[in-house]
């Protein structure tokens, strides 16, 4: 069956750029988050969807990350104006349900490259 | 805030041996639960174990057991008879109420693993 996928797998931008990133969760699963993944570090929460509601964007680090997920399947998450700092690989995550219980899938990430 | 740490950035094995990856965590929280993640080198992070913290018998899939030590917050891997396909880096990872509405796992820096043929 197809897992969570992620376009696209690499992606350089220049400081200033605007850049979009998507994800295609696991079809039926309710919730999904989206993970900063620095170098040599472990993911840090972003931002979760149930269905096409945000419900905690508490993670984005500045105003110039935005997710959306209109129709509660696809996600993309915006970054504007990138900054060298936001180099990073961004992962994207789906689960069935909402709660600790539902295991998360993961995709495969998206690597951003800020130069 | 739930915090994870895990103390060892590195670890290696011998093939066919055992190895037990060490991780605690910080939470007020008495319902909650525990994973260990597994990120292969540029492949996609999968779940290796689960355990709930209500749960005081200690998760085992397959070589993949845990020593769960709910007062200590202690939470560790033990991998059994290691194999190359086992080198990776190991996420200890807590999943709980954020109190936001979300279940989002917050990660460890992570373990990496290296199995020795």
């Known amino acids: 069956g197809a897992g969570v996928s992620q376009s696209p797998r690499y992606k350089v931008a220049k400081r200033g750029q605007d850049v979009a990133l998507r994800c295609d969760p696991i079809s039926g699963h309710v919730s999904l988050f989206w993970y900063q993944q620095a170098l040599g570090q472990g993911p840090e929460f972003l931002t979760y969807f149930q269905n096409e509601a945000q419900l905690d964007k508490s993670g984005l680090p500045s105003d110039r990350f935005f997710a959306e997920r209109p129709e509660g399947s696809v996600s993309t998450l915006k970054i504007q104006r990138t900054q060298q700092e936001d180099s990073a690989v961004y992962l994207c995550a789906s689960s069935l349900e909402q709660g600790s219980y539902y295991e998360q899938y993961f995709g495969p990430g998206t690597r951003l490259t800020v130069t | 805030a739930q915090t994870v740490t895990q103390s060892q950035p590195e670890m290696s094995v011998q093939e066919a041996e055992t190895v037990t990856l060490s991780c605690t965590y910080d939470t007020s929280e008495s319902d909650y639960y525990l994973f260990w993640y597994k990120q292969p080198p540029s492949r996609q992070m999968i779940l290796v174990i689960r355990?709930?913290?209500?749960?005081?018998q200690n998760a085992t899939e397959n070589r993949f057991s845990v020593n769960f030590q709910k007062a200590a917050k202690s939470f560790s891997l033990k991998i059994s008879d290691s194999q190359l396909g086992d080198a990776a880096m190991y996420f200890c990872?807590?999943?709980?109420?954020?109190?936001?509405?979300?279940?989002?796992?917050?990660f460890g820096k992570g373990t990496k693993l290296s199995v020795i043929p």
């Open positions: 355990q709930e913290a209500y749960k005081q």
């Open positions: 990872a807590y999943g709980g109420d954020s109190g936001a509405g979300s279940y989002q796992l917050t």
